[in-house]
């Protein structure tokens, strides 16, 4: 079971580099993917900034249907993960907060973002998935 950041999204919908690995990687019906609520309204905060909001609109339609993405959020139980994180590893809010999720549900991190890589769990990318 993964937890894909928010770069990950990010690779298919602005068309960069590393999209079609993406599109592979969640047509896979072998993996379980998880995004972080704190992921999906950053995705809407980047979209809408760039004036692409019907983009986003779409986004949601097609990754969370009942067999697809599931939003999932840190409980407030777990706050101290996202603080310890942070200190210990260096990460500012979003990091820290993708972290202590994919460490609370014992989900797999999934990124390009190469601060996650101080962490013991360290992440994976897509490339590694598929």
Not at 13 to 30: C, D, K, N
Not at 74 to 99: E, I
């Amino acid at each position: 079971m993964y937890l894909l950041d928010t770069n990950v999204f990010l690779e298919l919908l602005l068309h960069r580099e590393h999209a079609e690995v993406v599109i592979r990687l969640l047509q896979s019906r072998t993996h379980s993917f998880y995004i972080s609520d704190f992921s999906f309204h950053s995705i809407g905060l980047h979209l809408f900034n760039k004036n692409k909001k019907e983009l986003f609109l779409r986004f949601a339609e097609d990754m969370f249907r009942p067999e697809g993405i599931q939003v999932i959020s840190l409980d407030p139980k777990h706050l101290s993960y996202l603080v310890t994180a942070s200190s210990t590893y260096r990460l500012d809010f979003d990091d820290a907060y993708q972290y202590a999720i994919s460490k609370s549900r014992e989900l797999i991190l999934v990124s390009y973002d190469r601060d996650f890589d101080k962490t013991p769990e360290k992440r994976m990318i897509p490339e590694e998935i598929i």
